[in-house]
């Protein structure tokens, strides 16, 4: 099947000016990038992302949802729509998982990350894992309309 997904690149990522080097990977794997942006993530956009469609706050502390989007909003993001085969589950296997010492070597997280829940929920960190990238259809599908008009895609 041909999809759609989102990927953001987080501000770990434009901070250690890895995003060619990460952009370069979804691109190896043979994606077309069909939108893309450097924007700020807004409060308001990052709580309907990780609350509204990721549950973040209902699955975790109210701390671990403060930091992250406090982190999302304090340097600028790059935020683009892939598009090709398998877009979802190809690009989120290239990704995951969340904690980057349980990533499988190879994965984005295991090669720029070396976070653990642990570590970071003893010193009040979020966890550095610099890409985000829809998990499943449905957040896809909630994803890219949020963080993209229609107008913003290339025909
Ligand atoms: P989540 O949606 O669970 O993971 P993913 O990004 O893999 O879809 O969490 C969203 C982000 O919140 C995650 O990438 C990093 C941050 N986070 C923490 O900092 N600590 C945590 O314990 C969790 C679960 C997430």
Redesign the pocket.
């Known amino acids: 099947m041909i999809q759609r997904t989102l990927v953001v690149l987080k501000p770990d990522t434009i901070q250690r000016k890895v995003a060619g080097e990460i952009i370069s990977r979804f691109e190896r794997l043979g994606y077309t990038i069909i939108a893309a942006k450097m924007m700020n993530a807004s409060e308001e956009l990052l709580f309907k992302h ?1 609350e509204w469609i ?1 549950a ?1 706050l209902t ?2 502390w109210q701390k ?1 949802f403060d ?2 989007s406090s982190m999302m909003r304090g340097w600028p993001v790059f935020a683009m729509v892939l598009e090709w085969i398998e877009a979802i589950d190809v690009v989120r296997k290239v990704v ?3 904690e980057p010492k349980s990533a499988a070597p190879g994965t984005i997280r295991w090669d720029y990350a070396t976070m653990s ?1 642990g570590y ?1 929920d003893a010193n009040a960190l ?2 550095v ?1 610099l890409v ?1 990238a829809s ?1 499943t259809v449905e957040e896809a599908e909630q994803e890219i309309p949020l963080w993209f008009n229609e107008s913003e895609f290339v025909k």
Do not use: E, I, S
Request: overall charge positive; aromatic content about 22%.
């Open positions: 990780y990721g973040l699955r975790k671990v930091l992250t995951w998982p969340t829940y970071a979020w966890v894992n985000h998990a």
